[in-house]
């Protein structure tokens, strides 16, 4: 049986924001299933700032970049409509690498799809505490980090999905957690909602003097790069670590970020290292466990900016890049 398909299809390079005139809505059969491959009916996507990069023309990347008229490649969750790939079954709840569409037709193992426990009331989390955006966040922290309790933790995009998951995992683990966020309103979410120690605002004066408030920190989950870090840099304490673990200010400018306090690194002693979840994807089960822990129990908040409907994937996506959203944005398809 033919059945026909509504994704969005990268018709450009796009520049800046400008999402609207480099991707278009389109319709098409899909192909007949293959061995190996299962059919989602996707429930929600989740919206990432790291997947701007593919949409560049960089070859340098951690993932090369989506070829022009290929689908809109990110993560979603729905309900296995039709199987071929062994463990998947028809009417199992499934988070995979799929496509911004009704439908995700992916192989399996390839797309990293996961069968997910249905009593998890909030089907969201598997986008957030539960899913990547909290995997990169415990890892970051505590592996690629190695925060100790007692040690002053700052994380950059802390309003964002990782970042506000960040911060609470460092406090759970007993340091002090700082954020960087833009503007007053989500500084105050920061430290009234989640109890951080304090909240610098980058949009309000100068950083520099906000970060001297703390006195240096030890470790810095780094969402952002840019001018941001050659601040941080300076104001690290000796043998501190910098977790990398997004470069936000540098996916639509096409600049890189070259620290001008690079000096700093052996000034300080500092150790500067990237990660990238694909790198612990065999950890997830364990990074669950303790995530599902900590959510059950109340030590996880996040909040959902939810967007209805596929037609509006763009907007909710623009989001991402013009700080316009607390917490983990998710676009949900009408039934």
Request: aromatic letters at 8%; proline letters at 4%.
């Amino acid at each position: 049986m033919v059945m026909d398909n509504r994704y969005w299809r990268i018709i450009k390079r796009p520049e800046g924001t400008d999402f609207a005139s480099a991707l278009a809505l389109v319709e098409e059969p899909l192909p007949e299933l293959a061995a190996g491959e299962i059919r989602i009916g996707n429930a929600m996507l989740s919206m990432d700032a790291g997947t701007r990069l593919w949409l560049t023309s960089r070859e340098d990347g951690y993932q090369p970049p989506l070829p022009i008229g290929a689908p809109m490649t990110g993560l979603v969750v729905g309900e296995v409509i039709a199987s071929r790939a062994d463990g998947f079954a028809e009417g199992d709840l499934v988070r995979a690498f799929g496509i911004w569409g009704q439908v995700s037709q992916v192989d399996a193992v390839m797309s990293g799809a996961i069968v997910l426990d249905p009593s998890v009331a909030d089907k969201r989390a598997w986008f957030g505490p539960l899913g990547m955006n909290g995997w990169t966040a415990l890892w970051g922290i505590k592996e690629t980090g190695a925060a100790r309790e007692g040690e002053r933790v700052l994380v950059s995009a802390a309003a964002g999905a990782t970042g506000i998951l960040a911060v609470q995992i460092a406090k759970l683990l007993g340091c002090e957690a700082w954020g960087i966020a833009g503007g007053a309103e989500k500084c105050e979410y920061l430290t009234r909602e989640l109890g951080l120690a304090g909240a610098i605002d980058y949009k309000s004066g100068d950083v520099g003097a906000q970060l001297d408030m703390a006195g240096g920190f030890d470790v810095y989950f780094d969402n952002v790069g840019g001018p941001l870090l050659d601040e941080v840099l300076t104001r690290m304490n000796h043998y501190g670590r910098i977790a990398v673990c997004g470069l936000l200010a540098d996916y639509g400018s096409g600049m890189r970020t070259a620290p001008e306090q690079f000096d700093q690194i052996l000034m300080r002693r500092l150790r500067v290292e990237g990660f990238f979840s694909p790198d612990f994807m065999d950890q997830g089960e364990r990074l669950t466990a303790q995530l599902k822990g900590w959510l059950d129990q109340g030590g996880l908040k996040m909040p959902y900016d939810v967007t209805t409907g596929l037609e509006n994937t763009l907007s909710a996506y623009q989001k991402l890049f013009t700080g316009g959203n607390v917490g983990k944005v998710i676009v949900e398809l009408d039934g």
